[in-house]
């Protein structure tokens, strides 16, 4: 499969694992900052510029992928919608009412009765 084929149709999952990426990266290299650093005054800035931005790229990244889900399912009902209608055409077009497997199943019932 082609990746960027792929990438292409999924961009949303793709920038949703990207930002994660990111967030992850940050958080790191903001602990990484805190931690060597004693005086409150100086780990403020990766406090900020690593937490902050970390979290905001998790969040980010967590909403990009509920959101390509969420684009999923309507795909998903758009299809049983379109389903649907074209089975009402079909029975306003004099198709049988009754589904082939409740035909199959009533057939059975009959057979065995007797």
């Known amino acids: ?12 999952r793709s920038a949703a694992v990207a930002a994660v990426v990111f967030g992850v990266v940050a958080l790191v ?5 805190v ?24 969040g980010l990244g967590a909403t990009l992928w509920l959101s390509a889900d969420l ?3 309507w795909r998903k009902l758009d299809r ?3 389903d649907l209608k074209r089975e009402q ?4 077009n004099g198709a049988s009412p009754v589904a082939p497997a409740k035909q199959r199943a009533a057939r059975t019932r009959g057979s065995s009765d007797g």
């Open 1 to 12: 499969m082609d990746i960027f084929k792929w990438l292409r149709n999924q961009w949303d």
């Open 29 to 33: 290299l903001g602990y990484l900052g």
């Open 35 to 58: 931690s060597r650093s004693t005086l409150a005054t100086q780990q403020i800035p990766y406090l900020v510029s690593g937490g902050l931005a970390g979290l905001f790229a998790l």
């Open 71 to 73: 684009r999923d399912e």
């Open 80 to 82: 049983i919608h379109q």
């Open 89 to 92: 055409v079909n029975l306003t």
